[in-house]
């Protein structure tokens, strides 16, 4: 099995837990016996399930005010599970890449879901995408920001015995 497999599996255990409320750790256990889900593979989707699951009101809350027309209510429960896997794995999974996780979710639409639900979570994931990399270059720039010394302007030495201009305008015994 792939990591592509094991991100769908997640997805399916997923979309199965949104639809059936009881025991996950009980619908963890079944669903990995019945499509025999192990090693690396029972990892990844294990830490995709838990990670998704105990983090939901963050991913929600990330993806909603960009639904246009829709609400997390009327999404259709696959497109919302699709939505929190691949916003799971560009926040908390740097060895996911943002456009390895956007794809890997228009995948799963074309597999799953008809072809408005693939234009529209391209595009919240895209628009989330350029958001999260909009904040990096700010965060790398008040870094470097804090780590440069502040560079002080360099005055160009005075010539030596001619008197500057504000000295010559000076007297002797005028107050400076």
């Known amino acids: 099995m792939s990591r592509r497999d094991a991100r769908e599996k997640a997805f399916m255990l997923l979309y199965q837990m949104e639809m059936r409320k009881d ?3 009980a619908q963890l256990e079944a669903f990995v016996e019945l499509y025999d889900v ?3 593979d ?3 989707m294990t830490i995709l399930v838990r990670g998704v699951r105990n983090n939901r009101d963050l991913l929600d809350a990330r993806f909603v005010p960009l639904l246009k027309r829709w609400s997390k209510d009327r999404l259709p429960k696959i497109d919302l599970v699709i939505l929190r896997v691949a916003l799971y794995e560009m926040i908390f999974n740097s060895d996911v890449a943002h456009n ?3 794809s890997e979710a228009v995948l799963l639409c074309r597999k799953y879901t ?3 639900s693939r234009s529209y979570i391209n595009a919240v994931l895209g628009r989330i995408s350029q958001d999260m990399a909009g904040k990096a ?3 790398a ?3 470097l920001d804090k780590q440069a010394p502040a560079a002080e302007p360099e005055v160009p030495p005075e010539p030596a015995g001619k008197p500057t201009a504000p000295e010559t305008l000076l007297k002797s015994g005028d107050a400076v």
């Open 141 to 143: 720039e008040e870094i």
């Open 114 to 116: 008809g072809d408005e």
């Open 137 to 139: 270059d700010d965060r």
């Open 23 to 25: 025991n996950e750790e």
């Open 42 to 44: 029972r990892q990844y």
């Open 100 to 102: 390895v996780a956007i």
């Open 38 to 40: 192990a090693g690396a």
